[in-house]
Nanobody, 126 residues
Framework: QVQLVESGGGLVQAGDSLRLSCAPSGRTFSSYAIAWFRQAPGKEREFVAV????????YYADSVKGRFTISRDYTKNTVNLQMNSLKPEDTAVYFCADTKHSFPLSGTRKSDFENWGQGTQVTVSP
């Protein structure tokens, strides 16, 4: 099983930007899709954004659309999440996940993914 490692989290103020990265440990991504989820304290883990490898198609949760961008960096073998105009409600632990199995991006669910990272904390102060 491929291990995924997230990085880039931190403490920022509302309106700031952060860039998260996800890298597979010891191998290249060979996934059907790579996604970012997040989990705030006391809440369910929720979908944020997904990237499909075969055609670079992306899909976003409504709450982040227009502010966040998911992308693949083939030279660095990472999948990144650029987060702009951050809000306090974006505070959460952010997880990346990948899968070799196909599914419709508009219906992305936690259960679609078999590999998960340990998460990176993002805290946005008012």
């Amino acid at each position: 099983q491929v291990q995924l490692v997230e990085s880039g989290g931190g403490l920022v103020q509302a309106g700031d930007s952060l860039r998260l990265s996800c890298a597979p440990s010891g191998r290249t991504f060979s996934s059907y899709a790579i996604a970012w989820f997040r989990q705030a304290p006391g809440k369910e883990r929720e979908f944020v954004a997904v990237f499909r490898g075969r055609d670079a198609e992306t899909y976003y949760a409504d709450s982040v659309k227009g502010r966040f961008t998911i992308s693949r960096d083939y030279t660095k073998n990472t999948v990144n999440l650029q987060m702009n105009s951050l809000k306090p409600e974006d505070t959460a632990v952010y997880f990346c996940a990948d899968t070799k199995h196909s599914f419709p991006l508009s219906g992305t669910r936690k259960s679609d993914f078999e590999n998960w990272g340990q998460g990176t904390q993002v805290t946005v102060s008012p």
